[in-house]
């Protein structure tokens, strides 16, 4: 909103003499009038109003309060932030209360000081204000468990929230998305967020090890009970008793197994391999996959029943190549790691490799990055690491990568800030240059979008 135009502030009154008061004496705002209840609801789809000052008494039974209440449950649930100052008759306690009981913000009397309205007003609008910048800023910040991760993509911060969200419950958690995207990283933020965090975090990957192994490893087993079976041995379930168990690649569990920890799921109990007691285990559970389990189960290669079982909390993990301006800021944060470890100095990454980098798909995502960026930083000879160090055979990203926050929309500005923000690694000024914007402009859409 510029500097310059005035803050929509709704009236809903059918008394015509005190709608041409209050729109006088609040001139400071872009008034908006309403006389009734659908004519109300029409300006508060259009102008989305922070604040709203509104008659109990609407047309077409002014002496009733029927529509009035109406009215303030209807905004209070198409914009739940709105701020409701409701007006009521004198000696009208009853309703003024039931009202601020529905959400409204404040009630006045009738007749009530200007003024006193007015200071009301624009508390309730700074009070809306306060509530959209936390809201801002809770959505771009990440969960302390998970401060290793870095991003500035609104949909993987999403998912961070999610994570957290999830954590202070026991509920099993089933990671998608494809190899490389971290999903690890997030089991294990499951775990640090959640009341187990001081007992032991388990992964197995249900892929890397053979069918005829995975079982014993799973469920351990007794002395005897196979040919080498020198002594008992807990297996990984057991092991991570109150704690957490990650079960990697679930989707490649043998269909033999499927019955087996579905039991285990439903009974939270386990039999050793040639044991005939039953052992009570209390972990939880976080699943990872790469493949589409719905599709396995039409296949028959998954069983509907353990999908349900798994699926209580589904997180969808977005690859690198949907996170905007993550894999130059990734990039620039593993120069800075790889380039300590392997004492090589100071090293950045050269205009032409972070091009580069934006303009690959990266189908091995974060972990293909990763190897790509530690490879060039031994490989590199001085201490710019330039497009052939990277290595990528890549289109001519000049003008595909071109950044104009001037032809962008609203809804494309903060796609545009981030990936801007990632080529640069956060340097404000060399940011502001590549959009071709004054820094103070590029700290107030930073602001606006709730951007460190």
């Not at 310059?4 to 008394?15: A, F, G, H, S, T």
């Not at 009035?68 to 309703?95: C, H, M, S, W, Y």
């Not at 640090?192 to 799973?218: K, M, T, W």
């Not at 934006?358 to 995502?365: D, F, L, M, Q, Y």
């Amino acid at each position: 909103m510029s500097a310059d135009k005035l803050r929509p502030l709704l009236i809903v009154e059918d008394d015509p003499a005190l709608q041409k008061q209050l729109r006088w004496a609040f001139d400071g705002y872009e008034t908006l009038t309403a006389s009734d209840r659908e004519s109300a609801l029409v300006q508060v789809r259009r102008h989305q109003p922070a604040v709203v000052t509104m008659d109990l008494g609407l047309p077409p039974d002014e002496s009733s309060v029927s529509e009035g209440f109406k009215l303030l449950e209807q905004i209070l649930e198409a914009a739940p932030d709105t701020k409701v100052i409701v007006l009521t008759g004198q000696n009208d306690r009853a309703n003024a209360l039931r009202a601020v009981g529905l959400g409204a913000y404040d009630f006045f009397s009738k007749p009530f000081e200007v003024d006193m309205l007015g200071l009301t007003i624009n508390r309730a609008f700074h009070l809306y204000d306060l509530q959209q910048e936390n809201s801002r800023l809770q959505q771009m910040q990440q969960p302390d468990v998970l401060s290793g991760l870095v991003t500035r993509d609104p949909e993987l911060l999403k998912v961070c929230r999610t994570i957290e969200k999830v954590a202070v419950s026991d509920a099993t958690v089933l990671l998608l998305g494809e190899s490389g995207t971290g999903k690890e990283l997030l089991a294990r933020a499951v775990h640090d967020s959640s009341s187990r965090r001081g007992e032991r975090f388990v992964a197995i990957n249900c892929a890397a090890i053979p069918d005829n192994l995975l079982e014993s490893e799973l469920f351990g087993y007794e002395k005897g009970a196979f040919t080498g079976a020198a002594k008992t041995t807990p297996g990984k379930i057991e092991s991570a008793n109150h704690g957490t168990l990650m079960l990697d690649e679930i989707g490649d569990l043998p269909h033999s197994l499927q019955a087996k920890l579905l039991r285990f799921l439903q009974e939270r109990v386990i039999e050793r391999l040639g044991g005939r007691s039953e052992i009570p285990i209390d972990i939880r559970i976080v699943c990872a996959t790469h493949q589409d389990l719905r599709n396995l189960i039409k296949e028959g290669r998954f069983r509907e029943d353990l999908y349900y079982r798994l699926a209580e909390i589904v997180v969808n993990v977005p690859p690198l190549r949907a996170r905007q301006g993550d894999a130059a800021l990734l990039a620039h944060a593993f120069v800075r790691r790889f380039s300590a470890e392997q004492k090589r100095g100071a090293m950045v990454l050269r205009e032409d490799a972070v091009r580069a980098i934006e303009a690959h798909t990266w189908p091995g995502n974060v972990r293909e990055l990763e190897n790509c960026v530690k490879r060039a930083v031994i490989m590199a000879d001085g201490n710019q690491i330039t497009r052939e160090d990277i290595g990528l055979e890549t289109p001519d990203v000049g003008e595909a990568a071109a950044l104009d926050l001037r032809q962008s929309r609203d809804d494309a500005e903060k796609r545009v800030v981030i990936a801007a923000l990632g080529r640069v690694d956060g340097n404000v000024v060399k940011a502001a240059e590549l959009l071709g914007v004054s820094r103070p402009t590029l700290y107030d859409l930073m602001h606006r979008f709730g951007l460190k």
